[in-house]
C-alpha cells in the first residue's frame, strides 16, 4: 500500500483569498497592488493529490486559474504546477519541495521577462483557520529574495 500524504488536508474547501502583490517584479519596486479572490480545492490521486480552481479579481479584471499538486511518496516531496486560463496551453514549472515543522517550501527554476530566476513558495500558518502563501524570486540562485506575491485564505461559508 502506498503512502499517502495529508500535508495539504488543512487546504481542502472553499476559501476567500485576500492578494497582495507587487505591481513590477524585480524592478525594486515597493508598490504594492491589493485584490481578492476566491479558492476552492479538492483531494485527487487516491489522497496524493489536489486541485484547487481559483477567481483571481486582478485590476485589469478577473481571471481563473487551477492549481494542480502531486505527492511522490518514495521521495516525500510534492509538485506543484500553475495553469491560468490567460495562456490556456501553458503550465508554470513546478515548484518542488515538502512540509518541515508545519511549512511547506518549494522551489523551481524558471524564467521571467527572459531571465532566468529561481522561484520559491512557501506555505504558512498552515495549522491555523487563516493560512498563508508566498511566492518570492531571486536572480543571484536563491542568495536573496524579492517576495512578490502574498495570499491570506479564509474558510468561506
Not at 27 to 39: I, K, L, N, R
Not at 46 to 57: A, F, I, K, S
Not at 121 to 141: K, V
Request: charged content about 25%.
Amino acid at each position: 500500500m502506498t503512502a499517502i500524504s495529508h500535508d495539504f488536508d488543512f487546504f481542502f474547501g472553499r476559501w476567500k483569498v485576500q492578494h497582495r502583490r507587487l505591481k513590477h517584479r524585480l524592478a525594486g519596486s515597493d508598490e504594492w497592488e491589493e485584490f481578492d479572490g476566491s479558492s476552492e480545492m479538492w483531494p485527487t490521486l487516491g489522497g496524493n493529490g489536489n486541485l484547487d480552481d481559483n477567481v483571481v479579481n486582478i485590476p485589469s479584471g478577473s481571471y481563473r486559474a487551477i492549481t494542480m499538486r502531486s505527492f511522490d511518496p518514495q521521495t516525500g516531496t510534492w509538485a506543484i504546477w500553475w495553469l491560468d486560463a490567460r495562456r490556456p496551453h501553458q503550465l508554470d514549472a513546478p515548484v518542488i519541495g515538502r512540509f518541515e515543522s508545519g511549512v511547506g517550501t518549494f522551489y523551481a527554476d524558471d524564467t521571467f521577462d527572459g531571465r532566468p530566476i529561481k522561484v520559491r513558495f512557501l506555505w504558512l500558518d498552515t495549522g491555523t483557520d487563516q493560512p498563508r502563501w508566498e511566492q518570492a524570486f531571486s536572480t543571484d540562485g536563491g542568495a536573496s529574495w524579492e517576495t512578490n506575491w502574498l495570499m491570506r485564505f479564509t474558510r468561506a461559508d
